[in-house]
């Protein structure tokens, strides 16, 4: 089974025998720091923003993928969009609605 990086890029042996021989030698810990995390979408907190997960079929996932990236938006963006306008009492406009 092929091993992926977070960006997709599959490695070879010869990546995967370097990362071990780097990680053999051991790892300076003493300069280590935490990367700071993203900033909090509500103002008024701190912290982390609370997640919301849901479940779709994968064609839907796909479908919102490609829509979000031809509008240079991400899915969390469209998805909050979503999630305001319905909070706020827009109306929805699904075909249980019409």
């Given at each position: 089974?092929?091993v ?8 070879s042996?010869?990546d ?9 030698q051991?790892?300076d810990l003493s300069t ?8 909090s979408l509500d103002?008024?907190a701190?912290?982390h ?6 479940r779709v079929?994968?064609a839907?996932?796909d479908?919102?993928?490609?829509r ?15 999630l ?5 009492g827009?109306?929805?406009k ?5």
């Amino acid at each position: 089974m092929p091993v992926k990086t977070t960006s997709g890029r599959v490695l070879s042996d010869a990546d995967l025998d370097r990362l071990a021989e780097s990680a053999e030698q051991g790892f300076d810990l003493s300069t280590w720091r935490p990367r700071p995390g993203r900033p909090s979408l509500d103002a008024t907190a701190e912290g982390h923003s609370p997640r919301v997960e849901v479940r779709v079929p994968a064609a839907l996932r796909d479908q919102v993928r490609k829509r979000a990236a031809a509008e240079g938006r991400n899915v969390s963006d469209v998805l909050r969009e979503l999630l305001e306008a319905y909070a706020s009492g827009a109306p929805a406009k699904t075909a249980l609605h019409r």
